[in-house]
Each structure stands twice: as C-alpha cells, then as structure tokens.
C-alpha cells in the first residue's frame, strides 16, 4: 500500500516542532497518498492527537517497557516494522539527531540511499531532492535511486502547517519485536545539567560575538545587553579557538545550531560554517566596523560602527525604555 | 587499544561559496583545506585514548591524493600511521564512502590489525550526510553511539555521554564499538614542529577502491536563493541604537 | 661560551670595524644620554690610557727604582695619566650623583651594590694611583720632567721626602697593586665583565638590517635541529656573550613600551635572568654530560615577559654593549611555540589560519581582492608579464576595514601618477611575518617559500609594499630563501613621485603629527621620506620620540592577536600624540592604523588617525576636504 510514514518525535506528550516540519515534507512526498505516523514508547498517544490537523490519518504507537529509554537500533526497528507492514514510498523524519541517527541506521539495515536535511522533492521516478550542504549555504540537488525513499526534512526549511479541519488520526498501538541487539547502545543514565541562565538553543533572543569583540572582557558588554532582553549569550569559533568562551557558546556548524527570534551578531564576519549555525533565526542583526563583511548578505539588519560604542547605547536605550 | 578515525578533507569556504562552471563542486583555486572540526576533535580524542590505554591511531581518508595532507596533519597531533583510499575526481555517496572504509578495515583485520574502537566525526562539514559511521558499524556488525562529547573507555567498555536538552545521556557499549563525535568534545593539541617533521616520515598506505554506484546521484550544486541580501542599514554607530530597539519592538523582544 | 651554539657573525668586516670605532672608542650609544654618556666616557677613555700604568705599577712595585722602558719617562704620558686620573675621579662622583641622588628608574631590578663597590675600588684605584705618583715626587724617583704632572706634583707638596714618605710610597703602590688584583678578581663575578667581553660583543654584533631575524634550518637529522632556546645549551655563543656583557644600565628597560606600560618585561632583566642560568648551569654542563638543565621559560624568565614583547627594538638601540634582546626573545618564542606549543591561547586561531587560508583573519583567499574591484586595479594572472611594480598589498589592508582604505589610497595615487602596478590577488599569501615574531619559524618558511616561487615565476623585480612588516618581511628577510627583490614602502615610492612631479599634492592639510612605524624607521631607516610627504600636505609637528627614537604603536611581535596584560602601549602612543595638539596622526602602517586608532577611541581624543597615502590623496581631490 503506497503511502508515507514519517517518524515524529515527542515529548511530555507535545510533538516535536521539527517533526510537524517533517510532516510538511511528508505531505509534499505523499502528494495526495495516505500519510501514517510513528510515535515511540510513552506519550505516543497523547501526541498522536495533534497530528489530525497536520493531515496523518494513521498513528501508529509503538509499546513496550523497553522502549523507555531511547536506543536508536530499536527505534529504527520499530520503522522496519512498519516498512514491511505498510510498504511506504518514502520514510520522511526531522532533521534532528535523532531523527538522522534512526533512519540512517533503517538505511544500513536495508542496504537503501538515505537523503538528509532536504528542503524539498520533486515528483518523478526516481524522485529528484533538493537537501542541504555545508549546514545550508550551499544546496545539492540530486536522486535517489531505491525503491523506498529514506529522507529527513532539513530543520528550519519547510513551513510547518496544518490542514484544515481534520480529524485526529486512528491511533494503533503495537508491540515491535525488539531483539538485544537492537538494545546494546541505550541511554543508560541521563545526568541533569548543572547550567544556570538562558539556554542557547532554545532562547528567543541570542547575542553572539566574533573575533571584533576582542577579547575574553570585550564579552561583558554582550552580556549586559543580552541580560536586558533575556537572552542568551553565543560566539563564533575563532573566541572559542581563542579561549575567550567555551565550546558550548559557539553558534556555528559544528556548535549549537539556533533558532531564536532576533540572532544579534556582533563583530562576527560571517563565515558560511558560522551562518550555518544561525539561519535558523527569523530575523537577523549584525553590528560591524566593516559594511562589506560577508555577514551583511546575511542579515536583515544592520549597524555599521564600533561595537564597543553600539552595543551599550542599545542596552541604555532598551533601559530607558523600560523606564518610561 | 588500536583505534582507527576517520575523515574527510574539505576546502575553507570563508564568506561565500562559489562554484565552478559546471556545477558539480566548490571551486577551490585559492582555498585551503582541512577537515571538519569534529573530525580534528575525533583525532585529539583517538591520540588521548592511546595516551591512557597504550596502542596506536591509524587516521583513514577517501579522498583525492592531495588528502595526504591533511593526513600528516593528523600524524603530526599523534596518529601513528594512514590509509588513504585513493578517490580521484568525483566525490562518492555516503554508501560507496562506508563500502570502501568497511573493506579496507576487513582487509587489516585479515591482515592481523583488528580496531577495538572506530571514530567519526558526527557528519562531514560539506556533504552532511549524517551516516557514514552508522553504516560502517552495521557493515561490521558492532554498536554505534553518535553525537558524543565525552568518551571514557574502561575494561572493554566505553562510556559515551551525549548533549540533550537539560544535561547528558549516558550510553555504555561494550567494545569494539563505532563513534561519532562532535566538536567540543576535547580542545585540539598545537603540533609542535619536530612532531609536523616526524609525520613526515610516519608510513601512509594507499589503496584504490572499488566504487559502488551512486544511489544517491548528486545532479548538480545550487546557491541558496537570497545570495546577496543585503541588510537594512539601520544606521552607522551609537546613534542607531533608538532604530535599533524599535525593530526588537516589532518583532516582539524588547 | 664553549656551550653555544654556532651563529654566523663573520663577514662585512668593514662594517663591524666602524663598529668597533664608534660604538667602543667613539662610545656612540652611551652618549645617545649625553650626562651618562660623559661621565662614562671619562671613565672609559681614562682606562683606555690609564691602562699602561697597570703595568708600571706591577713593575714599579716589586723594583723600586723601574718603570716601563721609554713611556715612564715620556712627560706627555704623564700629563696624561694626571688629566685622566682626574677625569675618572670626576666621572665617579658624577656616577655616585647619578645613582644616589637623581636615582633614574632604569636601574629598578639592577644590583646596586654592586656597582658602589665597583665605583669604589675605581675611585681607589686613580686616588692611590695619584697619591703613589706625588709621593714618587716628593721622594725624587719619578722618572719624568715633575712638571708634566701638575696634579701629582702639587699633592706631592703633601709629603716630605723621608722616611714616612718612602713607607707610604710602598704603601700606595702596594694598595693600587692591590685594588687592582681585587677588582680584576672580582670582574667575573659582577655585571664588570663586560670590560671583557663588550668590546667582542659590539665587533660581533649585527651589521645586516635590524628587521631580519636569522632563519632555523629544518632539513638534515632531528638531533642537530634547534628550535630556539628552551635550555640554556640552545643559546648561540653570541647569546651567551650578549649575557656576559651586560652592565645593567638599564637603558632599554627604559625605553621598552611593555616596562613602560606596566607589564613584566624588562629586556634588562631578561638578559640577566638569562645570564644568571648561564652561570648556574654552565659550569655543571661543562663537568656532567647528562646534567638536565633547566628550563629558560620560566626559571630565567618570566614566561609573560617573553609574551609581552612587541619586537620594537627600542632596547636593542638603546645598548651601549650591542645585545640584541629581540633574538633571545624570539629564540625563547620559538622554543615555546615549536617544541611545547606553549603560548597564549588567544594567538593560536590566528597561526592556524596563517597555516590553512594562508591569511592571519582565517576570510577566503579569493576575497583578496575584493576592495580592488571598484577600482579597476590590475590583478596579475599566473603566466602574464610582470608588472614594473607589483603593489604588495598585505592581509590587514586586504581584509581589515580600517586598513583597506590605505591600499585604495595607494591604488589611486599609483594610478594617477601612472605607474604600471599589478596586485597578486588571491595569489599573494601572507608573508609568514606573524608567524615568525610569534616564533613559528617553521611555518614562516613554509609561507616564504611559497611566495617566493609565486613571485620569481611571475618574473617580479620590484615590489611596493603599504605595510613596513611586508616591506622589512619581503626586502631583508626573503634573500634567506632565495627572494631578491627591490622592495620599497609605499611612502618612499611616493615620496620619489611627488619629487618628480608626477604628483602634485597642496600642502592645506592643517597640522599633522607623523608616528614613526617601527619596522620603517627603527629596523629599517625609512624617516625622511613619509615625513616628506607629510610635508607637502600640512604642517608638521614632531612628537618627543620620534625617528629612531619612536615608540611603539603595540601591535608588533604579533601583538596585533594577542591579548595586554596592563596599561595599553596604543593608548600611551595616542595620548603622546594628542598632547601636540595636531588635528591629525599620520601613519604607514595598518597595525599602527588600527592599534593607534582604538587608542584615540579608547581615550576619547579628537585626533583623526589616518595613513599617508590618503592624507595625499585628499590633498590632491580638487576641491580639498573641508
């Protein structure tokens, strides 16, 4: 039965925002065809509920104790499963870690391409896709040749929106025959963190610094305006290669990738595995000496200046704002 | 412990990529290359577990014979030696890329030199592919744990923390195991210069493997629509602040 | 010194002879402090001519009655002997004033009581000297005409001519013999044996540009590579001289830019903490081959001194005995930065970039020469004909925005003046000078080498560079490695243009007070010309330290990546600055650009820095700026 299953992440019983963009692409994949669900272990089914409007018809909840903590070969079997049930075209899932992790792992059991982060398919056998590369500053087009199309929707690159008025889907639970292989790597333990303040991933506002902010004390005045507008505190990878802030403030490729709604970046030049880290913000800012850094093609906005004179203006203005 | 890493030479991109004629690559005349930071990240953790555990690092790349370069860098941290699969021209798909590795790791285990712990760098800086490392581990039949910034290995034993939202999640597999790190799991050593000599001397085998066809058929590269946006100058200096603070108004963060 | 590595300071004979000439008998440097400069001078000469009389009194003291043949009856000698013995006595008491009552901060760290009993046993040594001679008077025994000797012969008046005259007579020469052997005993052991060995070191001192560092050799086995001075078996046997020669004047201390900005080094100090592991590990290397010796970094020095360095070579000036501090720093850097990659870890972003995009800001090669665009400047393609002058235009006025607007200055003037230039573009790679102050010497070379094949190819012989690191880089250090170009700076081929009228700048420019760089006018002797062309465009007005004598902007020995400990070298420059009163600083240079910049900024001054070139090509837009 052709159709598309997409894996949707969740938690404390609400999906994933990344998976309701997997959804998007499982739609444009399904193009009319039947669109089924996976939720994993606890929780599935209050979030299944969601999912009517995002236009699944069937949710299908996999349960079992073991399922408690997440094991990657175990999920990816869950998929199996349902491939061989269901025999989708495509197994669509977010762009997440764990969503990458899963379906690379249904990949190599199956011994079928797997094509991540893309932004958009195309009809047409075999199917052509656009996805991501270079954590978005360049695209690739390409095909897949297979006959199950393993894809995970580039985080951030298709709008997520519900279609009007649907049902919530069928909710079918179903025991997956887990084997212990599938069991060897799982979350053993999980230790809280001990952090205090904004989280960078998750914060609605980011100010981030470059190498223009000099030095290790240049960040004090990022953290005064950051402190007014609640919002967390990221770099580049030059301060972090400098030892000014450490690995877990670097915004970039292969640091925290955000999504906040204003990313104000502050002496940063903008080097593509930077901007790769911050696309994700729905509006950018840049403050820079220099009006033809890369940074500019960038950003939404801009001040050209002494960030060191700018950043405590706006912070003073935001407080006599505040005042009045 | 005999730890093998893998990685994938890269070009610096800077500020703007650009492409050549046909479309099937960064043009990359005038750049330097290197390979991704979580792959440097993945060499300093392999040379610290050899460190602590005795053994040696083999560092192997796929790529076009100037990779050897970024294999004697990789010598030059603490590797002990290097396989390159010679590659030349067109880039291989993640699944030709893992067949390669898993045959070349085959060949040394046949030839006595088996790998008790396998790294890789999370995904490659370009392509992005997110699966290399667990096709390799499915390939070989061993567990694989991704996404790592902590790896402690005790007694045939690794203990992998991952970053989530609110700490770490702890994974412990049992040795040989396959692993994907992400930046930020070490600080990289400086090579010292007799070290960057050394490497030099350091042996580097090539092999030249057979390539599976594409299954994944890159048809060409693309820019990003919106390539030359230019921001909206709110202003020049301090004096822009007021501007400033009504734009975070609109958008609803001041 | 038998410990010491090999270094070549043969050749250019001539040169190390004029040397010898001004610097030892001419006592050039010590009179660039005339006061000091005198009174040691007296001391000096006085020795120089006393010297003979070392002789006579060894003589005279076990034979009464002899003397040197012919020079102990030579009455001119005699005069001199007196006139100078007076001279000494008087530049020992200016010395006492000196130390005891204007105290100046140079000798802060120097062993001061030391240098009284010195002071003393010299004063000891002419007094008895004289006191000896006017007793041989009064007793008849001298062998010249009495009244060449006007000192001796009046203190002669305070002895009879018996008994109690010839005891006293044995008694001061005895005491002078005495004093003698004392202080020639002690020399080894105190800062005086530079009587010893300042003469050697000033004959072997540098005679080639001060800018160019001696390169390490990477080829041959490992054993016999040196990577700098990690122990003190590393240093040349010119080092371990230039340790031996100090005298703790403490003059470099009080010029070096780091001292005065509050910051741990003190070049002087640096070479006595390195003179004192000399003497502490020498003896034991020399009895023990496996004798470990100790780190230099940090038992001899401070390992934030070796950091806080910016090469002026301020300190190296300013020595009367030729140590050239700079290569024992550089040495120190390179042990540091090769062999235990130890430095400050803000720095190692930039070598990493310098290494892989060829450029210290880690941008794109190919946005090089992205600000030459607008301006339709010449990009040379691999395979064309070389230019008659290649503008070498550097990372910073590549990629830094303060920086770019001197090469677009520069590219207009050359332009107007028509001049064939061409850039290099993408293709022109930093010259590695960071790297190398920084101590990565392996990787410098890796850069020249490569540059060095891009220009030959490209067939270049002449080369005009906007950054003096370049220009000093490029014109006195690449003829290591098989580079020989003319290279000049930017202001001296402007400077030739304006001379020929092929530019013809208005001099409406207000006052301009010009910022010595120091790789132009201390390492390298470029002064006249920028101020030529400051000159032609306003009205000048010197800073205090000026010339040879400038001081540091702060951004050199790759200070330009590396974070200050304490006050700000940039922001003393700008307050110098501002204090004349001019509406303008010139520069010539990007780092002084950016670093003298931020320090006007930093103290809110209204002085506009800006580079030469633009300064001229304001002056030459009709009509002028207001």
Redesign the interface.
């Given at each position: 039965m052709a159709g598309v299953l997409v894996l949707v992440e969740h938690a404390s019983g609400a999906v994933d925002d990344l998976s309701l963009q997997a959804v998007a692409l499982a739609r444009q994949v399904a193009a009319g065809a039947p669109l089924a669900a996976l939720l994993v272990s606890e929780g599935g089914r209050d979030a299944a509920a969601q999912l009517g409007s995002h236009g699944v018809t069937t949710a299908h909840v996999a349960e079992d104790e073991r399922l408690a903590a997440f094991a990657p070969a175990a999920w990816a079997r869950c998929v199996d499963e349902l491939i061989d049930r269901l025999d989708p075209s495509a197994v669509v899932a977010a762009g997440s870690n764990r969503g990458n992790e899963v379906l690379a792992h249904v990949g190599a059991r199956r011994d079928l391409p797997f094509a991540a982060n893309v932004t958009s398919i195309g009809a047409g056998e075999p199917p052509t896709l656009t996805r991501v590369r270079w954590g978005g500053s360049l695209l690739e087009e390409a095909r897949l040749h297979a006959p199950l199309a393993l894809l995970t929707a580039a985080p951030h690159m298709v709008a997520a929106g519900p279609v009007n008025g649907a049902a919530p889907p069928d909710v079918e639970a179903f025991a997956p025959a887990l084997e212990p292989a599938d069991l060897v790597v799982q979350v053993s333990e999980h230790v809280d963190a001990t952090a205090t303040g904004v989280s960078l991933a998750e914060a609605k506002v980011v100010v981030s610094g470059g190498?223009g902010v000099g030095?290790a004390e240049g960040f004090g005045i990022l953290e005064e305006l950051a402190a007014q507008l609640h919002a967390a505190v990221g770099c580049s990878r030059?301060v972090t290669?400098?030892?000014?802030r450490p690995h877990t403030d670097q915004v970039g490729q292969t640091g925290t990738k955000v999504s906040p709604d204003l990313y104000i970046a502050c002496g940063i030049?903008g080097?593509t595995q930077h901007i790769a880290g911050c696309k994700g913000a729905k509006k950018m800012l840049a403050i820079n000496?220099?009006?033809?850094?890369?940074i500019l093609n960038s950003a939404d906005y801009a001040v050209i200046g002494?960030l060191t004179e700018i950043v405590p203006a706006i912070t003073a203005e935001l407080r006599r704002a505040r005042e009045r | 412990m005999n730890v093998l890493v893998c990685v994938k030479r890269v070009p610096?991109?800077?500020?703007?990529i650009?492409l050549t004629d046909d479309e099937q690559a960064i043009?990359t005349?005038?750049?330097?290359?290197?390979i991704s930071p979580h792959e440097e990240c993945g060499v300093e953790e392999a040379v610290r577990i050899v460190e602590q555990h005795g053994g040696e690092v083999t560092v192997l790349t796929l790529g076009p014979p100037e990779a050897e370069e970024q294999i004697r860098d990789t010598l030059a941290t603490g590797a002990h030696r290097g396989i390159l699969l010679l590659a030349e021209g067109e880039e291989w798909d993640a699944q030709a890329t893992a067949a390669a590795i898993v045959t070349a790791v085959k060949a040394r285990r046949a030839a006595g030199d088996d790998y008790d712990l396998i790294v890789f760098g999370n995904e490659s800086a370009d392509s992005g592919g997110f699966q290399v490392g667990i096709r390799v581990a499915h390939a070989l039949g061993r567990p694989v744990v991704t996404g790592l910034k902590g790896i402690a290995i005790d007694g045939g034993h690794a203990r992998c923390e991952q970053e989530v939202g609110g700490g770490r999640d702890v994974y412990d597999v049992p040795l040989p195991a396959v692993v994907t790190v992400l930046e930020g799991i070490n600080l990289p050593?400086?090579?010292?210069?007799?070290a960057?000599?050394?490497a030099r001397q350091k042996p580097i085998e090539r092999i030249t493997p057979e390539r599976a066809g594409a299954r994944l058929e890159k048809l060409r590269l693309v820019l990003p629509p919106g390539q030359g946006k230019r921001a909206e100058i709110l202003g020049r200096g301090p004096d822009a602040a007021p501007a400033v603070v009504d734009v975070m108004r609109e958008l609803g963060v001041a | 010194m038998r410990l010491g590595k090999p270094v070549d300071r043969s050749g250019d004979v001539p040169q190390r002879a004029r040397n010898e000439a001004t610097i030892v008998l001419g006592q050039r440097k010590l009179f660039q402090r005339f006061g000091p400069g005198l009174m040691h001078a007296a001391i000096f000469w006085g020795f120089v001519v006393l010297f003979p009389t070392i002789l006579m009194a060894m003589i005279a003291a076990v034979d009464r009655e002899a003397t040197l043949p012919w020079l102990g009856s030579q009455g001119w000698f005699a005069l001199l002997v007196d006139v100078f013995a007076v001279l000494v006595l008087l530049g020992v008491v200016a010395a006492v004033g000196i130390r005891k009552v204007q105290r100046p901060a140079r000798f802060e760290g120097s062993h001061l009581g030391e240098a009284d009993l010195i002071l003393a046993m010299i004063a000891g040594i002419v007094t008895t000297l004289l006191l000896w001679h006017a007793s041989r008077i009064a007793l008849g025994l001298h062998e010249w005409e009495a009244g060449w000797s006007p000192v001796s012969n009046a203190l002669s008046g305070l002895f009879g001519d018996g008994t109690l005259t010839e005891v006293l007579e044995r008694v001061f020469i005895w005491a002078h013999v005495l004093i003698i052997l004392s202080f020639l005993a002690y020399l080894p052991h105190s800062k005086h044996l530079h009587i010893a060995t300042a003469a050697f070191n000033v004959y072997f001192g540098r005679t080639g540009p001060g800018g160019r560092l001696e390169p390490l050799r990477?080829d041959g086995p490992?054993e016999e590579?040196r990577?700098g001075a990690g122990t003190v078996p590393d240093l040349t046997w010119k080092q371990t001289m230039d340790a031996f020669s100090c005298t703790e004047c403490g003059r470099c201390q009080d010029v070096c830019p780091a001292w005065n900005t509050g910051k741990d080094l003190s070049p002087k100090l640096l070479i006595m903490g390195i003179r004192d592991q000399v003497f502490a590990d020498g003896p034991k290397l020399l009895r023990d081959v496996d004798f470990d010796p100790s780190p230099l970094v940090p038992d001899a020095v401070p390992e934030t001194s070796v950091w806080d360095c910016v090469t002026c070579g301020a300190c190296v000036q300013e020595c009367p005995v030729s140590i050239e501090h700079v290569d024992h720093i550089v040495d120190l850097r390179r042990h540091l930065v090769?062999?235990?990659?130890r430095?400050p870890?803000?720095?190692?972003?930039m070598?990493?970039d310098v290494?892989?995009?060829?450029n210290p800001?880690?941008?794109?090669?190919?946005?090089r020469a992205?600000w030459a665009e607008k301006l339709g400047v010449r990009v040379l393609e691999p395979g064309e004909p070389a230019p008659e002058v290649l503008y070498w235009v550097g990372c910073a006025a590549s990629f830094d925005?303060?920086a770019k607007t001197a090469a677009e200055s520069t590219a207009k003037l050359l332009q107007a003046a028509g001049v064939d230039f061409a850039i290099l573009g993408?293709?022109e790679g930093c010259t590695g000078d960071p790297a190398r102050r920084m101590g990565?010497?392996?990787l410098f070379q890796a850069h020249a080498e490569q540059n060095v094949a891009t220009l030959n190819e490209a067939g270049v012989t002449k080369i005009v560079a906007s950054c003096p690191h370049c220009f000093n880089t490029l014109g006195n250090e690449y003829g290591d490695f098989g580079g020989s170009y003319e290279v000049v700076h930017h202001t001296e081929l402007l400077a030739d243009l304006v001379r020929e009228g092929r530019l013809q700048p208005t001099a409406d420019g207000g006052s301009i007070t010009y910022h010595d760089s120091c790789y132009l006018a201390r390492h390298n002797d470029v002064r006249s010309d920028p101020r030529e062309l400051v000159a032609a465009v306003g009205e000048p007005v010197e800073m205090a330290r000026s010339g040879k004598r400038t001081f540091c902007c702060g951004a050199g020995g790759a200070h330009m990546w590396m974070?200050e400990r304490g006050g700000a070298i940039n922001e003393e420059r700008a307050r110098e600055a501002s204090e004349t009163g001019a509406d303008t600083l010139a520069v010539a240079c990007p780092f002084c650009t950016v670093m003298l910049d931020d320090g006007v900024?930093a103290r809110g001054d209204e002085i506009r820095v800006v580079d030469v070139s633009t300064l001229l090509v304001e002056s030459l837009e009709d009509p002028p700026p207001a």
């Open positions: 190498r030095s030059v290669s400098a030892g000014w030049s080097a000496a220099d009006a033809e850094a890369p002494d | 610096l991109t800077g500020g703007r650009v043009e005349r005038h750049l330097g290359h290197t050593r400086y090579p010292s210069v007799p960057k000599l050394r | 990477f490992e590579m990577f090769m062999v235990e990659s430095f870890s803000e720095a190692e972003p070598l990493r290494e892989r995009a060829s800001w880690g941008r794109a090669q190919t946005e992205d925005e303060r993408p293709r990565n010497e392996y974070e900024r």
